[in-house]
């Protein structure tokens, strides 16, 4: 024979008081003191009611009310969980929640409480009001991070090299080279610095190594432009029955073997890759001249392509 507490009941292996009397009691002196204005005592008496009765959904959810108007948001909080463990949960309970986690910027949390009270009611007006409130404070929210994120960033890119502890040769090589910004270094290939007179293997790891304290590279700006350059020809060419044509091998051009090698030091394979580069990105690689540009631009007009445009 059982000798357990005829007041306690056993949910799996969690042994749960369950007073109902007793919490009832006190939920009716916390109902006296709430209508007389007495909310800290009220709150204090239904947390003995939620302390005789650990199963009532109803209880907590009261006093995790009252602790939301007191301004006590953490116990509340704590309160309206343990409201919503047992179904069913009570609905306001789980609105309630919502609002405290949307709050916080928890939207996951608010979220599935929102789908849970949708689930049993999918057309109630309240959730689904708040349902669009969390999706716009989430997209408002990352639209907000992910500017503050291109803010920092375009600040760093504007800090000037002479910020930052080079040796003099380096120095001197960039200021010749009118690179005066993180920005304007990072638009610079590896190639494009060792040609450069004076400019050794030294100077290239030094910068490298004070680029990658800032997560920057070498060539990333211009591996950025012509991702974002790529993505628009494809954009343009999209349903004209012409994106074979930038997939083209650029060895169908019959190009000189100067003007090739150039090509391939910028890892430009196909005629996509070429027309999403400029005239001076060209120019910039060793021995590219003129006369190579020019040979560059009269076969890709035979497609009716060119190389890409700064814009001003």
Excluded at 130 to 145: I, L, P
Excluded at 195 to 214: C, D, H, P, R, W
Aim: net charge neutral; proline share 2%.
């Amino acid at each position: 024979m059982s000798t357990s507490n005829p007041l306690d009941m056993v949910i799996g292996a969690e042994e749960v008081k369950r007073d109902v009397a007793a919490a009832a009691k006190h939920v009716s002196a916390a109902e006296k003191l709430e209508a007389g204005g007495d909310r800290i005592g009220a709150i204090a008496e239904l947390r003995k009611a939620v302390a005789a009765d650990q199963t009532s959904g109803d209880v907590m959810f009261r006093l995790a009310y009252l602790l939301d108007l007191a301004g006590d948001e953490d116990d509340a909080i704590e309160m309206y969980e343990r409201a919503i463990e047992r179904p069913p949960a009570p609905m306001n309970a789980l609105l309630n929640l919502a609002v405290a986690y949307e709050d916080r910027g928890d939207w996951a949390k608010a979220e599935r409480c929102l789908r849970q009270v949708l689930d049993t009611d999918p057309n109630h007006p309240r959730a689904r009001l708040y349902m669009k409130d969390v999706a716009a404070s989430r997209t408002m929210v990352m639209e907000d991070d992910h500017e503050r994120d291109k803010f920092k960033r375009s600040a760093l890119l504007d800090t000037p090299v002479t910020d930052f502890e080079l040796s003099v040769r380096a120095r001197t090589c960039l200021k010749k080279m009118s690179i005066r910004t993180l920005g304007d270094l990072v638009r610079t290939t590896e190639a494009e610095l060792l040609s450069y007179k004076n400019f050794g293997e030294q100077s290239l790891v030094e910068i490298k190594n004070m680029l990658a304290t800032k997560g920057l590279r070498l060539g990333q700006g211009r591996d950025e432009a012509y991702r974002a350059a790529r993505k628009q020809l494809i954009d343009q060419f999209r349903g004209t029955g012409q994106e074979a044509l930038l997939n083209k091998s650029v060895g169908e051009l019959n190009l000189s073997v100067r003007a090739r090698k150039a090509l391939q030091l910028l890892n430009i394979h196909t005629l996509g890759d070429l027309v999403a580069h400029t005239e001076a990105e060209l120019l910039g690689v060793k021995n590219f001249g003129a006369t190579s540009l020019n040979e560059v631009k009269a076969k890709l007009s035979e497609y009716g392509l060119s190389l890409r445009r700064i814009e001003s």
